[in-house]
């Protein structure tokens, strides 16, 4: 038997409320499988939270507790419904509206997160055979993630930029003026770290792409790993763990928040004005 930490992170809440209640109410798993017409190994698998139910095993586990919603509200929190972004993107889009921190590390471009509405569909339209129309559905997905910044209690976020990300002539001088000033804008938000790494670290622990970490109440529970064609979402805890690790390594190399506050704002006024 696997013994899951509540507070780990929503899922394993949701893992450990369901194994509760089912224990409550004198089930075991096969039998609480025949009530919801699933198998012993899904029941097994959601309680140990290697699998993600549907919707409508949250809503059967209400009836056969003879709760009120209580799965169901569980089960919102840790898979909310997600804005629009592509299939691949929707399970990453759910973890950042719940994270209570993120960890950007980013060698190359600007973080979707923290980009603006131009430099998003700068980056979209370079795609190949992306179609206008898809390219605004984009824009309007990334500017919806956004809404994390206006929950009551917002994600802590700390971001590394690599320095040559500011002189990266994304959609041209208007773009990135709007762009880096709209990053020195987010720097005066208390829960927003930005760190530049300068063009002299040589930073090889992360030269193999951009990441990002999710936490939840201190402990990093999902990874967002950057690659080609598209990234992926990681949840093996070694590969997590490695990850944070090669994380503080580069924030080693970083200049302090208010010194990357300066040198953004150099490179505003001698790059982009």
Known sequence: MIDIDPDESPRARFAYEVRRQRLAAGLTQKQLGRRLG?????????????????????????EAFGLDGVIV????????????????????AVEEQRATALRFWAPLLIPGLLQTEAFARRVFSSSPDITPEE??????GRMRRKAVFARPDPPAIMCLLDEGVLHRPV??????????????????????????????????SG?????TIAEMRGNAYTVRVECQP?????????????????????????????????????????RWT
């Not at 699933?38 to 209400?62: G, I, N, Q, Y």
């Not at 509200?73 to 990453?92: G, N, S, T």
């Not at 190399?253 to 505003?268: F, K, L, M």
């Open 38 to 62: 699933f198998s012993t190994s899904s029941v097994a698998m959601v309680e140990t939270s290697k699998f993600r139910p549907s919707r409508r095993f949250a809503e059967l586990c209400d």
């Open 73 to 92: 509200r569980l089960y919102v929190e840790v898979w909310p419904p997600p804005p629009p972004v592509p299939a691949h993107f929707q399970d990453w």
């Open 135 to 140: 390219v605004e559905t984009r824009v309007e």
């Open 171 to 204: 959609g041209g001088p208007v773009v990135m003026r709007e762009q880096l000033e709209y990053l020195l804008e987010l720097t005066h938000r208390p829960n927003i770290t930005i760190q530049v790494v300068p063009h002299g670290a040589e930073v090889l």
């Open 207 to 211: 030269l193999l792409g951009a990441y």
């Open 230 to 270: 598209q990234g992926r979402t990681v949840t093996d805890r070694a590969v997590i763990a490695n990850n944070v690790r090669r994380y503080d390594v580069l924030r080693a190399d970083a200049h302090p928040r208010h010194q990357s506050g300066r040198i953004i704002e150099e490179v505003v006024r001698q």
